[in-house]
Antibody
Framework: QVQLQESGPGLVKPSETLSLTCTVS????????WSWIRQPAGKGLEWIGR???????NYNPSLKSRVTMSVDTSKNQFSLKLSSVTAADTAVYYC???????????????WGQGTLVTVSS | AIRMTQSPSSFSASTGDRVTITCRAS??????LAWYQQKPGKAPKLLIY???TLQGGVPSRFSGSGSGTDFTLTISCLQSEDFATYYC?????????FGGGTKVEIK
């Protein structure tokens, strides 16, 4: 059974960089698309972007200037960096796997439990 | 970006009811639509993809229909474990976008 686990600081200061890592267990990270999705408290879901195991990426244009994703296949991990954060970036951040049976791996069949990141001084 | 609009945003229902949730895309997305269920404090769970294909392990009381711009999620006989928030998501084009959610509450 594939499992995903987010890790990283739960508190980030304004203007600094949010960094999260997602560790995949129970299966290989290879040959899948891996996404980050966030959800502010009491609100809906926002797709941040995704990375393929080759390293190719697609980012949400609304965040593109601040987002960097990377993948480390040797560790079965992928990561998110979001720079110049503000209070508006406070949210639960999820990592998720792109389902092989969805076109382009663009729906999500496995999710991490989510990690709350608060932006505050 | 394609805007996904769900209706209603919330409603109350009773166990055993047949419920329908609607999702409308701001432009045609063929059948590139998924539905998710989210319970409080939990990650979303994929229910349906390609507008009408049930994800493995999902009970058959869930069904999806539609193509183009208008889609529906139907729960044929609401169970206690189905009280949750439901989201649609289009994967026709980037950025991938979700609807605002429909919360199904106990009457």
């Amino acid at each position: 059974q594939v499992q995903l686990q987010e890790s990283g600081p739960g508190l980030v200061k304004p203007s600094e960089t949010l960094s999260l890592t997602c560790t995949v267990s129970g299966g290989s990270i290879s040959s899948y698309y891996w996404s980050w999705i966030r959800q502010p408290a009491g609100k809906g879901l926002e797709w941040i972007g995704r990375i393929y195991t080759s390293g190719s990426t697609n980012y949400n244009p609304s965040l593109k200037s601040r987002v960097t994703m990377s993948v480390d296949t040797s560790k079965n991990q992928f990561s998110l960096k979001l720079s110049s954060v503000t209070a508006a970036d406070t949210a639960v951040y999820y990592c998720a796997r792109g389902a092989g049976h969805c076109s382009g791996g663009s729906c999500f069949d496995y999710w991490g439990q989510g990690t709350l990141v608060t932006v505050s001084s | 970006a394609i805007r996904m609009t769900q209706s209603p945003s919330s409603f109350s229902a009773s166990t055993g009811d047949r419920v329908t949730i609607t999702c409308r895309a701001s432009q045609g997305i063929s059948s590139y639509l998924a539905w998710y269920q989210q319970k409080p404090g939990k990650a979303p769970k994929l229910l349906i993809y390609a507008a009408s294909t049930l994800q493995g392990g999902v009970p058959s009381r869930f069904s999806g229909s539609g193509s183009g711009t208008d889609f529906t999620l139907t729960i044929s006989c609401l169970q206690s474990e189905d009280f949750a928030t439901y989201y649609c998501q289009q994967y026709y084009s980037y950025p991938l976008t979700f609807g605002g959610g429909t919360k199904v509450e106990i009457k």
